[in-house]
């Protein structure tokens, strides 16, 4: 019954509120964001303590109105991705502003491919359908296999629509694909600033030990694919965007040390965009380690039982 009623109301999200006037869909994902925080809910909790890692000397009070903004971005993410399968080419081409393209398009030009890694900052969708009209560039991304089936069946389709190749997570077969694309010159974008399996590489973010996920340096290892760190931020009406330079492969070392390398300079990166736009960044789950850790009586750090 959850799993139905979830499905039902992102369908609803997606079938109504794409509809609505723009003016009323921004109010609505307003209103939905304040009441949210208001509630103070396990989510705002999170989110304000994630953002005390980012700002350890900001005070409450300043921790506060940036969990209400956040919420805001968060809500705004969630408004235009309902609304952007009816969005014009020239609104989604005229809404994106990107700084260093040249990193990628050089790099695309070259024949060389290029894996596209982000953190949960604004709007990686709208980012997304910015690359396959500005750009007139397809690529491939990977999402996770959300319950229920049909609700994980909606996403594929809505990316799909916005001209992205979608491969599940799991099944094993999502990196080898990859590669492929890759070899062959292609586009892969992942987001990449939270990987709790095991085989996530730690890393040291904002000073304290968390996981990320090893795919991205891995895969430009394996196919000699550029690697560049983006980051994107809300900028009134705009979304702005910047392509970090590329991120090398150390001429020295073990595969697992390459990676542990690389993927610490990603963090570096996404610690650069998360610092100076805190408020859209949308992360309102546990990521830092110390978070993780069980604690007597089955909690988890963070959480009351």
């Not at 235009?80 to 809404?95: Q, V, Y």
């Not at 900052?121 to 690359?131: E, I, K, Q, T």
């Not at 491939?140 to 994980?152: C, G, I, N, S």
């Not at 994107?232 to 542990?260: C, F, N, Q």
């Amino acid at each position: 019954m959850k799993d139905r009623l979830t499905d039902a109301l992102y369908g609803l999200g997606w079938s109504t509120v794409k509809k609505l006037p723009e003016p009323v869909a921004e109010r609505l994902g307003r209103t939905i964001a304040d009441a949210a925080w208001k509630r103070r809910g396990k989510g705002v909790l999170r989110l304000e303590a994630n953002l005390a890692r980012v700002l350890p000397d900001a005070t409450p009070q300043r921790l506060a109105e940036l969990s209400r903004a956040g919420m805001r971005s968060y809500l705004r993410y969630w408004m235009e991705s309902f609304r952007l399968p009816s969005w014009s080419r020239a609104r989604i081409k005229d809404g994106v502003d990107v700084k260093d393209l040249h990193h990628l398009t050089d790099g695309l030009a070259a024949g060389k491919g290029a894996v596209v890694a982000l953190p949960h900052l604004a709007n990686w969708d709208l980012a997304g359908a910015w690359v396959t009209t500005r750009l007139e560039t397809p690529f491939t991304t990977v999402a996770e296999r959300l319950k229920p089936e049909t609700l994980y069946d909606r996403f594929v389709a809505y990316r799909e629509s916005l001209g992205m190749e979608v491969l599940p997570h799991t099944g094993g077969s999502a990196f080898g694909t990859l590669a492929r694309r890759l070899r062959a010159g292609g586009l892969v974008c992942l987001v990449a600033d939270r990987d709790l399996s095991a085989s996530g590489v730690e890393v040291k973010f904002f000073g304290e030990n968390a996981r990320m996920p090893g795919g991205p340096a891995m895969l430009a290892q394996q196919t000699g694919a550029l690697l560049l760190p983006v980051t994107l931020w809300y900028d009134g009406a705009m979304m702005r965007g910047r392509i970090h330079p590329p991120v090398d492969v150390p001429e020295t070392g073990t595969r697992a040390e390459k990676t542990s390398v690389m993927t610490q300079a990603l963090a570096d990166a996404f610690a650069t965009g998360i610092a100076d736009h805190p408020e859209d960044w949308h992360m309102l789950q546990r990521l830092w380690l110390a978070d993780l850790e069980p604690r007597p009586g089955g909690t988890t750090a963070g959480e009351s039982s």
